[in-house]
């Protein structure tokens, strides 16, 4: 089975659009995580032309980017941001006010996690890799139970006699 590269790529871009205007460190980063998966996609051979395409035209805007931010604090920028995203997220889902935003809101933050990766030769430390592993899980949980029509909202832990 291939891996289709651009497919895995382009929600960072999405990411990036969206976040050009009042978050520019974070829009960078995530436009140089697309960039790296696709740059990925191309050292395996396995990139189509319109891929190919789309690596030169982000490579060309993240280039242009990086020339009018200051990166000097980027990781604890990036970081702290996947992590508020992360957080809100999770105290609306345990607060009870679990809903279809929230599906959006982990499936986000889970990419502004994955984001972190290149701050750590693309392999995420164990206590972000589990923010961004819960983050898709609880995306693919809410999301089904949308679909069956149930609630979303995580069961409260038992209480536990002492």
Request: proline share 4%; aromatic share 8%.
């Amino acid at each position: 089975m291939s891996v289709d590269w651009l497919k895995r790529a382009e929600p960072f871009f999405q990411r990036a659009d969206e976040l050009a205007a009042h978050e520019p460190v974070i829009s960078y980063y995530c436009r140089l995580h697309g960039v790296s998966l696709l740059g990925k996609g191309h050292q395996a051979h396995s990139l189509s032309s319109d891929g190919t395409s789309r690596l030169v035209a982000e490579l060309t805007k993240t280039e242009e980017q990086k020339t009018t931010l200051d990166l000097s604090h980027a990781q604890e920028t990036v970081e702290a941001f996947a992590l508020r995203v992360f957080d809100a997220a999770d105290l609306k889902d345990k607060n009870g006010l679990t809903d279809a935003a929230s599906k959006r809101q982990y499936y986000v933050a889970g990419q502004f996690l994955d984001a972190c990766a290149q701050f750590y030769d693309g392999q995420l430390p164990p206590d972000l890799a589990e923010k961004s592993k819960y983050a898709k899980f609880r995306c693919m949980q809410i999301h089904d139970c949308l679909r069956r029509g149930v609630s979303p909202v995580p069961e409260a832990p038992a209480a536990t006699d002492s």
